[in-house]
């Protein structure tokens, strides 16, 4: 089995891709002390003005279902097998600035980066797991948060204090605009591609 990784920034990972958790992958969990710490690490960045400076965020592993069609593009069908803890966060936080993006009137930015996240189609780019009732959806499509009265399970309370984490990270930032940049071109993955099942329990022995 040989296996190569790739090294992608989060724009790079992101694009022509679909991504979804399956439902054996333990719900989302962070807490706001991890979040805090990812939003220290993009602080950190930020506050050395050197556009080479990148920072490693996680190892990411897929695994490959297919490929679908969107109009007329095609995006590779990927299982996210580790490291949907980060991604989902940082999903969210796409989302938080492309909500700032809105109110601030920057709604050439805020649109390319809600078709990002939602297709023309309505396909979301990333798809939890454990949101049988549509939380994480619903606010990637409408930028609405649920309600704290509405939190019935674990997961969902989890979900909702991202989204309020996320946007409250986001209201502390004057340029938008550069932290979209930051996050974008300067945080750094490892991927690897799996390409049956098999190989995925292998990965994980090793």
Not at 57 to 67: D, F
Not at 144 to 155: F, K, L, W
């Amino acid at each position: 089995m040989s296996i190569k990784p790739d090294n992608p920034t989060l724009s790079s990972l992101l694009q022509g891709r679909l991504f979804f958790i399956p439902d054996y992958q333990r719900a989302y969990s962070w807490q706001s002390k991890q979040r805090q710490d990812l939003f220290h690490d993009i602080n950190i960045i930020n506050q050395h003005n050197d556009p080479e400076r990148h920072h490693f965020m996680a190892t990411v592993v897929c695994l490959r279902r297919g490929r679908r069609g969107i109009a007329a593009d095609e995006y590779g069908v990927f299982e996210l097998v580790d490291g949907q803890q980060r991604i989902t966060t940082l999903i969210i936080l796409l989302k938080a600035v492309a909500k700032k993006l809105h109110e601030t009137g920057n709604e050439g930015e805020a649109n390319k980066l809600q078709t990002l996240l939602v297709k023309e189609d309505s396909t979301l780019l990333f798809e939890s797991n454990h949101d049988e009732r549509n939380f994480l959806a619903g606010y990637l499509k409408t930028g609405h948060m649920p309600a704290e009265d509405d939190v019935q399970t674990a997961a969902e309370s989890n979900l909702l204090a991202a989204c309020q984490d996320c946007e409250a990270y986001v209201d502390t930032w004057d340029d938008v605009f550069g932290l979209l940049r930051i996050l974008k071109n300067r945080l750094d993955f490892i991927l690897f591609v799996l390409e049956d099942e098999a190989t995925v329990y292998t990965t994980f022995e090793v």
